[in-house]
Structure formats: structure tokens, C-alpha cells
């Protein structure tokens, strides 16, 4: 397995200023051997885990059961609480043990479900922890080829062509067996299968069922099998609720709970000096990327998870505040992907599976915003710089480019 140099890092920077930390991030990502990786710079540490019936049982009748770790030195030991989030009273448990211990434990919190947003019970704990995310496996991760984060900032298209081979191999298991490290590791389509196959149904039927109060799982699973066929397009709610006859608002709300619960993700359009952008339609990219049949699909959606595991770990570790957007107005001119950095537009990206001449929309926009641009494809060694105007267009292997995110 992967040594997820990459989190570990970001846990390593908020341990040092937090005593509790949250881990967030999908089902079988990894979560719990990140934290026994991260058990192991300790010489004190407890594993707890809500799922096991005998943890659960010494919760409830120790709330303070961590007192009776056996220690073999006096450094801070870590307790590491993971899916504590499906006890009703997690957030009053977490409050309360924080404030009575944070100078003498060090707590690490992870689970599946939206810890940051979730709203089952208990009080506020703001200011009381940092959070950050676990994704699935990126060429990013993999490749180990990071730029710092202020040489990405102040030259974006900057490239090199070292290891191709390599990236190209990577992103190509990638795309046939996703990120998830089971059926990365296992690289077998039989095995993918079979995960893939139950992984959205234990997921649908017992996470979200288990801590949502919705009765209309077999919808939920439908329209989860029809998102898909939709990835790359705005999603329009009213369409898949008339397919689904089921009402707007059911939809939405289904929607979210599989954002909440890390099926999916989605990003937002971008509006600022875009004449006729359209404003509300999100597209939605789905964290199992072989489920889209579609190829030009598919490679968006690979390109989503890269930029998405960027920005969001650029917020974790504190390095600014970077969102991830569309452009796309009424005339359907569309750029598939904008960085923002402090809600400035600083990056546009556009993913064109084989086409190494820029879109008429992406020099469009950038001419309008003034920023540089990148044109990703699904091939080749080489790579292209275009002028645009003032600004600069990089053609280049998605594998290169994104190998580089910091």
C-alpha cells in the first residue's frame, strides 16, 4: 500500500498546532490504515472504532475508557476515534472529552460521513479541531513528482516530460480499476467488479440508511446507477425527477446526501465577468470513475478527482482559500474546469481526450479573465505552449501536467 505521503504531511502540520484533528472521506479509502500509519510515530496509541460491538460497549459505559491505555513511556499517546460519528451523541462527546483532555491526548477523528457538516446532534465543536480529507489514489499521489505549492502558484504551465511511461501506465490503471486501493492494488477487472458492485449498495442500504432518515433507498440507488450517463453536462434535477417520478426536492435532497456521504462530489459554475453564464446547475463527478462508459466522460471525470484532491488539500493545509468551478454560458461555449485562488479566477483548464487545439471557448475566456489556461489530453510525450493574446495556452498529456499538483 501507498504511503500517503501526501496526508500524512497535512496531519502532521494540524496535529502540531490541534490536539483533535478530523479525517474525513469515502468509504473504503483508506482511512483507517491512515491511521494506523499515523499510530506508528507514537509510542502510546488506542484504536477505537464505533462498528466494533465491544469499543462500542466500553464507550458507553467508560466514556473516559482511553484513561486506561496501558503506556510505555510518558510522551502524549493518540487515541484514534474512527466512525465515532454514527453515535447520536458524538459531537457532546467529542466537546466534552476535548475540553478535558486536549493537553494531555492527542485525538484523531475519522469516518465517511461529512464530519465538517453533519448534523445528528450534540453542540458546536468549532474551534476545537481541524479537519482535512482523504481522497482516493491520484496520479498526483502516485507519481511523486508534487511541485511546491508557491513554484505551482507562480507558473502553472510549467511541465517536464520526465517518467511518461510511467505516469501513462498509472493513469491508465486508474482509469480502468478507479483510485479506491482495493481494486487499484488488486489491478483485476473481476476484483473491480465485485467491488464496485457492492460498494454503492452497502454504502446506499447501510451508511445512509443507517443515518439519514430516508425510506426511499431503491430511488436512491436508481438514480445513483443513472448519474453516470450525465457526467460532464450541468445536472438538471427536474429531468432526472421526472424520470425517477419523484419531486424536485426529493432529488436535490438525494443529491446531497451522496455528496455528504462522499459518492459524489460537485462543482459550481463560475460567474464573474462572464456575460450570460449560466449560475445554478452544478456538474456532478463521481468518485468510481469506471462506472462511466463514456470515454470523454470518463477523462473528465479522472481530471475532476485530480483538481479536487488539489484545491481541497490546499485548503486543508491552510495554503489560501481555492475552489474548483465551470465556465459555461447561454450560448453553450463551456471551459470544463476554473481554479480560483481568494475568489479570483487564477486557472483555466479544458479536457480534450486527443484535440491539441485549443477550444474557441477556452481562448475565449481566457482573453476575458486575463488568466493562464491548460488543454489536457489522453496521450502522447510531447507538449505545446500557445499564445493567446497576452496570456499562454499549455497543451499537454493529463498524466504530466497533473503529476505535478502540489
Known amino acids: 500500500m501507498e504511503s500517503r505521503e501526501i496526508y500524512i504531511k497535512i496531519w502532521q502540520e494540524l496535529s502540531a498546532e490541534k490536539s483533535m484533528v478530523f479525517l474525513a472521506g469515502p468509504r473504503q479509502v483508506g482511512k483507517t490504515t491512515l491511521a494506523k500509519i499515523i499510530a506508528g510515530f507514537f509510542t502510546n496509541s488506542l484504536y477505537f472504532n464505533w462498528d466494533i460491538v465491544q469499543h462500542r460497549v466500553n464507550l458507553l459505559e467508560n466514556p473516559t475508557f482511553f484513561e486506561e491505555l496501558k503506556r510505555k513511556d510518558p510522551s502524549t499517546p493518540l487515541i484514534i476515534l474512527d466512525e465515532i460519528h454514527k453515535y447520536k451523541a458524538w459531537k457532546n ?5 476535548y475540553d478535558h483532555f486536549h493537553d494531555n491526548y492527542q485525538f484523531l477523528v475519522s469516518g465517511s460521513g461529512r464530519l465538517d457538516i453533519y448534523q445528528k446532534g450534540g453542540d458546536s465543536l468549532a474551534g476545537r479541531y481541524f479537519l482535512f480529507h482523504l481522497w482516493p489514489l491520484t496520479i498526483a499521489e502516485l507519481g511523486k513528482n508534487n511541485a511546491q505549492i508557491d513554484e505551482f502558484l ?25 483510485g479506491f486501493p482495493e481494486p ?9 467488479r465485485r467491488w464496485s458492485g457492492s460498494y454503492s449498495q452497502q454504502l446506499i442500504r447501510e451508511d445512509i440508511r443507517e443515518l439519514t432518515d430516508i425510506k426511499s433507498i431503491s430511488d436512491m440507488e436508481t438514480l445513483y446507477l443513472l ?24 432529488v436535490k435532497n ?6 455528504r456521504f462522499f459518492l459524489v462530489f460537485s462543482i459550481s459554475p463560475w460567474t464573474g465577468k462572464i456575460a450570460r453564464a449560466i449560475q445554478k446547475e452544478r456538474k456532478i463527478y463521481l468518485w468510481d470513475t469506471p462506472r462511466i462508459n463514456d470515454t470523454g466522460a470518463r477523462f473528465e471525470n479522472m481530471m475532476a478527482i485530480e483538481l479536487w484532491r488539489a484545491v481541497t488539500s490546499w485548503n486543508d493545509m491552510g495554503y489560501g482559500s481555492f475552489s474548483l468551478h465551470f465556465i459555461k454560458n447561454k450560448e453553450q461555449q463551456e471551459v470544463d474546469f476554473l481554479i480560483a485562488k481568494e475568489h479570483e479566477p487564477f486557472l483555466l483548464i479544458e479536457a480534450k481526450l486527443s484535440d491539441r487545439q485549443p477550444t474557441v471557448a477556452l481562448k475565449k475566456f481566457q482573453q476575458l479573465l486575463n488568466i493562464p489556461a491548460v488543454q489536457l489530453i489522453n496521450e502522447g510525450d510531447t507538449y505545446q505552449i500557445l499564445s493567446n493574446g497576452s496570456q499562454s495556452i499549455l497543451i499537454a498529456p493529463a498524466y504530466q501536467w497533473l503529476s505535478r499538483l502540489p
Open 154 to 178: 507562480n507558473n502553472p504551465l510549467k511541465i517536464d516530460m520526465d517518467r511518461n511511461d510511467e505516469f501513462k501506465s498509472i493513469w491508465d490503471r486508474l482509469s480502468q480499476f478507479s
Open 254 to 259: 438525494w443529491l446531497s446526501v451522496f455528496e
Open 184 to 192: 487499484f492494488l488488486a489491478s483485476r477487472t473481476t476484483t473491480y
Open 93 to 97: 462527546y467529542l466537546k466534552g472529552i
Open 227 to 250: 448519474l453516470p450517463s450525465k457526467i460532464g453536462s450541468p445536472i438538471s434535477v427536474p429531468s432526472l425527477a421526472s424520470t425517477l417520478h419523484a419531486s424536485y426536492n426529493a
